[in-house]
């Protein structure tokens, strides 16, 4: 009966990778390996409210600050720290963001959950890496779990959800 025992658990952890169910950090997966709807947690709605910030607000990020200012930079999946180059309502330039990178898709996919201010405390936030016209998109040359990217920053946008 041991056997068995040890079998249906690698037989469900197969399954669901093979169809597509693993997450990364509490996050479904789509099937090119770019991350799934997320809602924002309530207390970091609530902390947003009370900084003043809103939905679609924006400023401008170093997206890794140890390539900052670099041509091209090299992301890899997992957790990065960021740095804001402007001012973001009451969140002065310098604040470190906190957040992960997802290199699955065709472009990165960069979700900020913690924003780091000067001599505060961390403060939970929502918020995304985005740049226009595809500018996220990974270089051709960009090898699995990586994106090799054109620009080292990018523009900050605070969200009420991940979609």
């Not at 960021?82 to 470190?96: E, I, K, Q």
């Not at 960069?110 to 996220?136: K, M, T, W």
Request: glycine share 8%; charged share 20%.
């Amino acid at each position: 009966m041991a056997p068995v025992r040890l079998l249906l658990p690698a037989s469900v952890l197969l399954l669901c990778v093979s169809s597509s169910c693993a997450t990364t950090g509490g996050v479904s997966l789509r099937p090119d390996g770019s991350p799934g709807p997320e809602a924002c947690p309530e207390k970091a709605l609530e902390t947003m409210r009370r900084l003043g910030l809103s939905v679609g607000d924006s400023s401008d990020v170093e997206l890794d600050v140890n390539q900052t200012d670099a041509s091209p930079i090299t992301l890899y999946d997992g957790p990065v720290e960021s740095m804001l180059n402007s001012p973001l309502g009451t969140l002065p330039a310098v604040t470190r963001l906190y957040g992960r990178v997802w290199t699955g898709g065709q472009q990165v996919v960069i979700r900020y959950y913690e924003v780091h201010p000067p001599d505060e405390e961390p403060i939970p936030i929502c918020a995304v890496a985005r740049l226009a016209r595809g500018q996220l998109r990974k270089k051709p040359e960009s090898k699995p779990g990586t994106a090799i990217l054109e620009f080292s920053s990018a523009g900050l946008y605070i969200v009420n959800s991940f979609r």
